[in-house]
């Protein structure tokens, strides 16, 4: 509970006058409501064992495995084969959706025709490093790079987004992709290493209408991304 939502029932010792340190550090301006409401309370603590506290009760609803494991019963009872990498993992948008890629070519390099389809689920929380100008999000950022990496390879869709509807400061969850997006880039005049480099994954996938767009979900058990690899036709 420290960790999610800010922990507003959890006691901290951490200060006003700790926050305001740090806007001075950084040479944040701040507007002068919250400098005076901060430094009214410059040295007010609540600690973490205030009794206050001691009633509060903490309950997980939901955890991001559920959704990986939602997934996998759906595609099982389907006759897939389910491939769960982790509901954990984070690092570099860009970086793991070209690991993702590649694993997911390598597994449809080993399927022969009449083999079973295979899904690849992950969840986590991954990063984004700005270089560019562009508009983009950790989840159209991974699903991006992922489909550089596919170089259009055929029987490969891909979907990345976040279980809240929001990926990164856009009102769009992620990306839909399948083995055309980079003709359909291309036919769009759009050259998607360069959008990439710019970390315009937004922009890229808006242009391609390709951009997964749910409105906000009123839930966040961070990112949920698939892969479905399906065999070559016999």
Do not use: C, Y
Not at 95 to 117: C, D, M, N, S, Y
Not at 135 to 145: H, R, V
Not at 217 to 224: A, K, P, R, S
Request: hydrophobic residues 45%; aromatic residues 2%.
């Amino acid at each position: 509970p420290a960790m999610i939502a800010s922990g507003p029932t959890v006691g901290d010792d951490s200060t006003a006058g700790d926050a305001l340190a740090i806007a001075e550090r950084w040479r944040i301006t701040l507007p002068d409501n919250l400098r005076a409401a901060l430094l009214r309370g410059r040295t007010g603590v609540v600690p973490r064992n205030d009794p206050r506290l001691a009633h509060g009760e903490t309950r997980v609803i939901a955890a991001p495995a559920q959704s990986l494991q939602a997934a996998a019963k759906v595609a099982r009872s389907e006759g897939w084969q389910v491939i769960v990498l982790g509901d954990a993992i984070e690092g570099e948008a860009r970086e793991v959706g070209a690991a993702h890629a590649h694993l997911a070519k390598g597994i449809a390099a080993a399927l022969g025709p009449g083999a079973r389809p295979v899904l690849l689920l992950s969840g986590g929380e991954l990063t984004v490093t700005r270089r560019g100008d562009g508009i983009g999000g950790p989840n159209a950022e991974f699903a991006l790079a992922a489909a550089l990496e596919l170089g259009g390879a055929p029987g490969i869709h891909l979907l990345a987004g976040d279980t809240d509807g929001v990926d990164g400061a856009a009102e769009v969850a992620g990306a839909l992709i399948g083995p055309d997006i980079l003709t359909r880039a291309r036919a769009a005049g759009l050259d998607a290493a360069e959008a990439l480099a710019r970390n315009d994954s937004h922009g890229f996938f808006g242009a391609t209408q390709a951009q997964l767009i749910t409105g906000p979900t009123l839930t966040n058990v961070n990112d949920f991304r698939a892969i479905a690899i399906l065999p070559p036709r016999g």
